[in-house]
């Protein structure tokens, strides 16, 4: 299985939440992996910048050469504008960011792995997780 990281879990690893450090351990001891979106590295990165957390910046940067970030394609934004136009349609839309995040999930058939499945749950065809339950 592939797991892409929500903002909020990257944060969880970032500050050294044990559960959810536990948690990343045990998925990659049974095989399963994760990367990063391009914009929930963005949304991490622009937080710790404004914050002057130069450790947890290094942290980031390390976190990122080891599993990778999933780069922003075309297809991915044809996803996301499919995703916020049903989204508008029903009248549920969520942050911007969250769609391109979960464009990105979809697009690679990956399980998005998140804090914030209230808002993830409206949109179609992205599988959801939540490790802090």
Request: proline share 1%; with cysteine; glycine share 6%.
């Amino acid at each position: 299985m592939m797991y892409a990281l929500d903002a909020n879990i990257i944060s969880y690893l970032l500050r050294g939440n044990d559960s959810i450090i536990e948690k990343w351990r045990y998925e990659r001891t049974i095989g399963n992996q994760s990367t990063i979106p391009i914009v929930a590295y963005y949304e991490v990165k622009r937080g710790l910048i404004a914050s002057k957390a130069t450790t947890k910046l290094k942290a980031l940067e390390e976190l990122c050469e080891a599993i990778g970030i999933i780069e922003f394609t075309i297809q991915d934004a044809d996803t996301s504008s499919s995703i916020y136009g049903k989204l508008k349609v029903n009248g549920n839309l969520i942050d911007d960011a969250d769609i391109l995040i979960a464009a990105q999930a979809i697009n690679r058939g990956h399980t998005l792995v998140t804090n914030n499945a209230k808002h993830f749950d409206r949109v179609d065809d992205l599988d959801i997780v939540n490790w802090t339950e």
